[in-house]
């Protein structure tokens, strides 16, 4: 660290001699877990602004290189705690390729449904915090009253609220219950209404607008450079949506638009993360139709899919294949495989390479909330400090994710 | 098939421009994946950033494989997006394990710092030229890089266990 206590001064940019070093965090509330920033201040005006954190690595992807890769899922779901299907889907993508193998229709599908509604629940945890930080305190309430409804349709489908392991290599852990999409139906029905609800008041607020209209500004070309994607590049105007340009799961089928703005600042993210909200409702209700109501979610892959549990009662070979799986795992030809999916929060990859063994040799994920903070000191130098706290909370960190 | 034919742009212009900047191709599950020399690398991306056929604008993501005990044990991939031509890459680049140096790509693209830091921090190679070579994720005074094939799991640091310390905290 080049700054080292709060009374030190550091030679500054602009040549003005009396500035002052504050440290926020690691443990700020608006710092969403346990980001620091070391922050240069003159008088209210930030000079400079270096973040540091590291505080919640946990080695993630090197534990990964000592599992199998069917085990590796769980810890996926622990990186970005807000988007576990999401992070699923990336990694069973990778691999998928990795092995070449096709996943049904149906499951696909499914994946697509839970996905987005998955996208839904995370905007809703950044609408609320954004907004509590902001000092608006009743969305917050009323946000994490409709997440629940979505984590209920979580634990009904996959068993878990949050850490589901739902989306598996070749498919999905379980066939969904019966009357799951009846759930997902009363949502989408309800949903609309309450996002009118958000939007009535906070898109005409006027402190909202105060507090966030033309703060932190990054132009498009700056975005690009500093490898930004994701609602804070689409929030400048470039359409780039990895389900548009690079569909992955059946995503070309489906009929949604990429919101876009071009003022590029803290209200235009929020507009394009509530009209994201609804392209995935509108998602939703499409995949709702597509799925079909019997087939499988799991591809016919003897050796690398677990068979059926009828399967295993009768005939040999099922069992001897579940043995091996869930005791040796499989192993993927040797090669390189990277994946990249739509996350909340901007281009999630997955990195994996293989060496033909039945534990991955590297997994690398390419976490979009990493990428996207290093644009913070773009964003907030030489702006007042309490738009700090409104730029870190638009470019929608997940410190688990940061850190991995 | 238009991603092949894609590719082969990519690969012609490449070599069109320096017939030493690729030495290798791999097309894998529909990847592509071009091995560039060490001491080209830089041209190469810059070439690949401000090519008006290419227009790799967008720095997706970097990082390494240690390939330990195989030499050249390190590879260094980077994953670059054309957002204007929706066309991937990943430029990859092979170092030994007794001179982990690479020329550091943040003259081309910006994004690259952290990306960069980290491959530092966690695998210990160097980027000539970065204007901020520190440790990212772990601590400053970290010694060894943790996702090199030779560093345990479970670390070298002995922790003393909880039984251990409480019973040290009671006498």
């Known amino acids: 660290m080049t700054i080292q206590s709060e009374t030190s001064t550091v030679e500054t940019a602009t040549g003005k001699a009396k500035t002052m070093v504050l440290n926020m965090g690691p443990q700020h509330p608006s710092t969403h877990g346990v980001l620091r920033i070391l922050l240069e201040l003159d008088g209210e005006n930030v000079v400079k602004a270096i973040p540091d954190m590291g505080y919640l690595h946990t080695g993630i992807e090197k534990s990964c290189e000592d599992k199998t890769y069917s085990q590796a899922i769980t810890l996926t779901d622990r990186i970005d705690y807000l988007n576990p299907l999401g992070n699923n889907l990336a990694y069973c993508l990778a691999v998928e390729k990795l092995l070449g193998i096709e996943v049904p229709k149906r499951a696909q599908y499914i994946r697509v449904l839970m996905v987005e509604l998955q996208r839904v629940s995370s905007h809703l945890v950044w609408l609320g915090t954004h907004a509590i930080d902001l000092g608006a305190m009743s969305v917050f309430l009323y946000c994490f009253r409709e997440r629940e409804e979505i984590l209920k349709i979580f634990e009904f489908v996959t068993g878990q609220r949050m850490m589901t392991s739902y989306i598996r290599i070749g498919g999905l852990a379980l066939e969904p219950p019966t009357g799951y999409l009846q759930r997902v139906e009363k949502f989408v029905k309800m949903m609309p209404g309450r996002i009118d609800e958000y939007e009535e008041l906070l898109t005409g607020n006027r402190i909202w607008i105060g507090r966030t209209k033309g703060v932190g500004y990054i132009s498009a070309d700056d975005a690009i450079a500093l490898s930004m994607t994701g609602p804070t590049l689409r929030a400048a105007g470039v359409p780039y949506d990895n389900r548009k340009v690079f569909p992955y799961s059946s995503y070309e089928e489906f009929d949604f638009d990429v919101p876009t703005r071009t003022d590029s600042d803290c209200f235009a993210r929020y507009m394009v993360r509530v009209a994201e909200m609804r392209e995935s409702l509108k998602i939703i209700r499409q995949a709702m139709k597509k799925i079909p109501p019997e087939g499988p979610v799991r591809t016919d892959a003897p050796g690398i899919v677990p068979p059926e549990r009828e399967k295993m009662k009768t005939e040999m070979e099922a069992l001897i294949y579940h043995f091996k799986i869930f005791t040796e795992g499989f192993s993927p030809p040797p090669g390189e495989a990277f994946a990249a999916v739509e996350s909340p929060r901007g281009e999630l990859g997955v990195f994996v390479a293989s060496d033909g063994s039945p534990k991955p040799l590297r997994v690398h994920f390419r976490a979009p909330s990493f990428i996207n903070l290093q644009a913070l000191p773009t964003l907030i130098e030489g702006k007042l400090i309490a738009d700090v706290i409104a730029c870190i909370g638009t470019i929608d960190i997940v410190l688990g994710e940061v850190d991995r | ?171």
């Open chain 2, 1 to 171: 098939m238009s991603e092949n034919s894609n590719t082969n742009v990519v690969v012609e212009r490449l070599r069109a421009w320096s017939p030493n900047a690729i030495s290798e191709v791999i097309e894998f599950r529909g990847e592509t994946t071009i091995v560039v020399p060490r001491n080209v690398l830089r041209d190469v991306a810059e070439r690949c950033r401000g090519d008006k056929e290419l227009r790799f604008n967008l720095l997706s993501d970097a990082t390494c494989v240690d390939r330990y005990p195989l030499e050249p044990r390190f590879e260094v991939n980077y994953q670059l997006v054309s957002i204007p031509r929706s066309q991937r890459l990943c430029l990859q680049v092979r170092l030994s394990s007794g001179d982990p140096v690479v020329d550091s790509l943040v003259p081309v693209w910006p994004g690259a710092n952290w990306l960069e830091r980290e491959i530092f921090d966690l695998f210990g190679i160097r980027f000539n030229g970065h204007p901020d070579l520190r440790r990212i994720l772990m601590p400053d005074d970290w010694e060894g890089h943790p996702l090199r094939k030779d560093f345990p799991v479970e670390g070298y640091r002995d922790i003393p266990s909880i039984a251990t310390r409480y019973t040290r905290n009671r006498t």
